[in-house]
């Protein structure tokens, strides 16, 4: 029967189709833990999981500063000037502006990470996933 395992001896060693699924998965928020549990000891995956963990801190860290950009627009902009509605409507288009780039940029690195996944190849997100390492 075949359960998924290659024939080496290598405990954790995935046919690739399991190893690309699990390195795609790796991208999308923190799916990432699936590929953790499943797949830790194949090295392909764990480069995966690495990255994946990366892009997961970035938008953590991302979503907060987005989030102190939308209180300090809010009242900068759009509190005091709720009588002028040009200027208070400006805010709320700079607001929904960043959140758009913010959406943007994660969906390009999902979408970046998920093609080297499923292509095979182990290259870093582009400018944070050379960062650190999580995974050795």
């Known amino acids: 029967m075949y359960y998924g395992y290659n024939n080496d001896s290598t405990p954790g060693s995935y046919g690739r189709g399991v190893q690309k699924l699990l390195s795609a998965l790796s991208y999308v928020g923190i799916l990432w833990i699936i590929g953790l549990i499943f797949g830790r000891y194949d090295s392909k995956v764990r480069y995966h999981i690495n990255q994946g963990i990366i892009l997961t801190i970035f938008e953590f860290i991302f979503r907060i500063i987005l989030f ?30 960043l959140t758009y780039i913010y959406g943007a940029i994660t969906a390009v690195y ?8 499923i292509s095979g190849r182990e290259r870093p997100l582009p400018i944070i996933g050379s960062s650190f390492s999580i995974l050795h």
């Open 68 to 97: 102190i950009l939308h209180a300090v627009i809010k009242i900068f902009l759009i509190m005091p000037f709720s009588m002028v509605p040009i200027i208070s409507a400006a805010g709320s288009l700079i607001n929904n502006i």
């Open 110 to 117: 999902v979408i970046i990470g998920i093609v080297n996944a």
